[in-house]
């Protein structure tokens, strides 16, 4: 896999700090939201899910939010380290369906 | 375990020749689609096969592309008389199930160069 594409939003970041990657999905009866990060030639690596009965969730270093109202989602990673530089995106589903849809993706650089 | 596995990683090819790829799913799971990847776009959605079910054709962008899947397991993407705009990453991914239960598990993609 590769980064997508030339021209994608870009997040600049501090080590150290934390980074907030933002995503608006499309369908609001998605009920199933992703987020994927995808470093340099490699495929899509999941990170987090989410399901429409909650609004929030964390895991190790990362927390996504949900909000149904205005059909957003967002990354919080904590304490961005090097290692996070890549290309994250969220995906959408939802129940009866084995469509996903995909965002295009943020690129997340962190600088030492 | 093993993750989603595709062959080859990269593959450049010259316009006019047919090419194959390789994707082999994770061991168990009964969801398989292939994505195409292109420069500045977000992930295009080509095939989607069920278990034995008749796949989803409908992504595919024209008839000199084809897909199959043997056994349930291994499938092949096939792009018959390749044309420069075929250039791009595939990826293949896999779920061990869909009805939006589960992510997709990619592998690292086939980069085709059509020179």
């Known amino acids: 896999g590769e980064n997508v594409g030339l021209h994608l939003p870009t997040l600049s970041v501090q080590e150290g700090d934390n980074s907030i990657i933002n995503c608006a999905y499309s369908?609001?009866?998605?009920?199933?939201f992703i987020w994927y990060k995808q470093e340099s030639g490699k495929g899509p690596q999941f990170i987090i899910d989410?399901?429409?009965?909650?609004d929030k969730r964390q895991g190790q270093r990362v927390t996504v939010l949900l909000n149904k109202t205005v059909k957003h989602l967002s990354l919080q990673i904590a304490a961005t380290q090097p290692g996070d530089s890549a290309v994250y995106f969220c995906?959408?589903?939802?129940?009866?369906?084995?469509?996903?849809?995909f965002g295009t993706g943020t690129r997340l650089k962190v600088l030492a | 375990g093993a993750g989603v596995s595709q062959s080859p990683s990269n593959k450049v090819t010259e316009k006019g020749k047919d090419v194959e790829l390789r994707c082999d799913p994770i061991?168990?799971?009964?969801?398989l689609y292939w994505y195409r990847q292109s420069l500045g776009q977000g992930l295009e959605f080509l095939i989607y096969?069920?278990?034995?079910?008749?796949?989803?054709k409908s992504g595919l962008p024209s008839d000199r592309f084809s897909a199959e899947r043997t056994g349930g397991s291994v499938s092949t993407l096939t792009i018959q008389r390749t044309q420069q705009e075929d250039s791009a990453v595939y990826l293949c991914?896999?779920?061990?199930?869909?009805?939006?239960?589960?992510?997709?598990?990619f592998g690292n993609g086939t980069r085709l160069t059509v020179t």
């Open positions: 991914a896999s779920s061990p199930s869909t009805g939006g239960n589960s992510p997709l598990h």
């Open positions: 369908n609001s009866a998605s009920d199933y």
């Open positions: 989410i399901r429409s009965n909650m």
């Open positions: 995906a959408e589903t939802g129940s009866g369906t084995y469509k996903y849809i």
């Open positions: 061991s168990g799971h009964t969801a």
């Open positions: 096969f069920q278990g034995n079910s008749a796949p989803d």
